[in-house]
Nanobody, 114 residues
Framework: QVQLREAGGGLVQAGRSLRLSCAAS????????MAWYRQAPGKQRELVAA???????NYADSVKGRFTIFRGSVKNTVYLQMNSLKPEDTAVYYC????????WGQGTQVTVSS
């Protein structure tokens, strides 16, 4: 059974940084795409950043220049480096991965205080 496990969320002041990590288990093949989504209270889940197996990245306009997604040296790991955090970045962040099927992590809370 494929599982995605996130780590690295927490409470941080505006302007500071956090790094989220996501590690997969239960799969041997590499995911085609890994991504981070977030969902704030009362809002729909939205794509934050994605990276393909070839290294192509895609970012939401709201995080361009502040967030960086990258794959780890261990297969099927992905990170999200979040700099210059803003209160509006507060949300539950979910790891997402795709290879034939779509998989989700359980989410990690990121809270940015002003």
């Amino acid at each position: 059974q494929v599982q995605l496990r996130e780590a690295g969320g927490g409470l941080v002041q505006a302007g500071r940084s956090l790094r989220l990590s996501c590690a997969a288990s239960g799969i041997i093949s590499s995911f085609n795409t890994m991504a981070w989504y977030r969902q704030a209270p009362g809002k729909q889940r939205e794509l934050v950043a994605a990276i393909t197996s070839g290294g192509t990245t895609n970012y939401a306009d709201s995080v361009k220049g502040r967030f960086t997604i990258f794959r780890g040296s261990v297969k099927n790991t992905v990170y999200l480096q979040m700099n210059s955090l803003k209160p509006e970045d507060t949300a539950v962040y979910y790891c997402n991965a795709e290879r034939a099927n779509t998989y989700w992590g359980q989410g990690t809370q990121v809270t940015v205080s002003s």
